[in-house]
Each structure stands twice: as C-alpha cells, then as structure tokens.
C-alpha cells in the first residue's frame, strides 16, 4: 500500500480561511484557503484505499496516524521522506505488523562504516528512542515503543533517460536481505514514483486543484 499527500485550493470564505489557513507568506486577500489531503493506495490496482484530511498545519506523520486503523497485519506501506523515522518505522511493525519502505528523513545521516554490513551499500542501523514523546502517538502507544529497533538501509543510485543521476537512501523494516533482496526493494520503490503521478493525474481529471463546491 502506498501513501501520498497533496492538497487542493478552496472557496476564499471566513469560514475555510479559518479552518484551512492558506501560507503565511502570503498576505490577506491575495490567497485562497488550502486542504490538505492524504490519500492511501493500493499498489497493485491503484485504487484509492482511503483518505484523511487536515489544513497546512497538521504534519504528515498526523495525518498518518489517521491511516494506522485501515492497515492490516502484514501490510507493507511504502512512504515518502517524511515517513522515514523512528516513530513510524517503531509503531508500525511493533504495534500492528506493519513493514515500512521509505526514504530515509533528512535528518537522519547514514554511515555505513557504523553499521552491520550486508553489501557495499546496505546495512543495518540501531536507532534509538528519543526522550520526548511523539506528539503524534498517545503517552500508551509511545509507551509500548522499544527503547531500540534495528532498520535496513540501502542506497543506490537513480538514473533517469534526460535527467541527472541522484542518490537516493531508502530505509525499512524488512531486515531479512535474502527474502527481501535489495534490488526488489528497490524497484517496489520505483514503483511508489508511479503513484505520486497517478495522484497528480487524478486531481487534473476531477479539477481538485481549486474545489469550487461548498
């Protein structure tokens, strides 16, 4: 299953101003109202599974939090950069059976000479619970987190005809390389991109880029 954020603009009236402020960096008058939306995927067909949403100020990993109550045990969720970090890659697996693919955040550095090598680049990581609690779990939830949890973390590089090579770190809960070979994760992951356009197509074909409805 796959997850996606996007948002759409609204009607400018008080009423959505107030409860889907538009950016701060546009002043009053010159904007519109923003929904923020997140929609959860089936891979397999592309359907849409479900969608939550929340104006510009509720975090991703919030909005996720929403989506914990339609995943099922076994799931594997393939999510983007924001989703890369131990609130979710802990809650998930330990709390409902989850497995996680995803970006590694931005904040997170990996150094393979740190790790268990298992290639020339991949590894595992030992990530450590922080001290505060997650504002987006509940104080049980975040109770039941270990206080440790091991990731894998590949790194390859993506080469797209017309485009510049980059490198991309992916990070996951699926630790076994020999049921879960690098290479496939990798392309399962390539396969996510597909989505973020069938997202971005979706929202062109129904005219979701400024809802003109009540």
């Known amino acids: 299953k796959v997850v996606d954020a996007s948002s759409a603009q609204l009607a400018d009236t008080c009423k959505n101003q107030k409860r889907y402020p538009q950016p701060a960096i546009q002043k009053p008058g010159c904007g519109f109202p923003v ?3 997140m929609v959860l995927f089936s891979l397999c067909s592309g359907a849409v599974l479900n969608v939550v949403f929340g104006n510009l100020h509720h975090h991703d990993l919030r909005l996720l ?3 914990w109550a339609v995943l099922q045990s076994g799931d594997i969720l393939l999510g983007y950069r924001a989703f890369g970090e131990f609130t979710t890659l802990a809650g998930l697996p ?8 995803g970006r590694l955040h931005q904040r997170r550095k990996a150094d393979f000479r740190h790790a268990q090598r298992l290639g020339p680049h991949e590894g595992l990581f030992v990530w450590s619970k ?13 109770k039941l987190l270990p206080a440790q949890i091991t990731v894998r973390i590949i790194r390859f590089t993506a080469t797209i005809r017309g485009f510049r090579s980059r490198h991309i770190t992916l ?3 699926l630790l076994d390389p020999q049921r879960y070979p690098a290479q496939e994760l990798v392309a399962l992951y390539a396969r996510r991109w597909r989505l973020e356009l069938c997202l971005r197509d979706l929202k062109t074909t ?5 809802l003109r409805c009540q």
């Open 171 to 173: 990070v996951t809960s």
């Open 65 to 67: 939090h929403e989506l």
């Open 94 to 101: 330990q709390l409902l059976g989850v497995d996680v693919l």
């Open 35 to 37: 929904l923020k939306f």
């Open 130 to 142: 922080g001290w505060y609690q997650s504002e987006v779990l509940s104080a049980a939830e975040w």
């Open 206 to 210: 129904m005219g979701m880029e400024q």
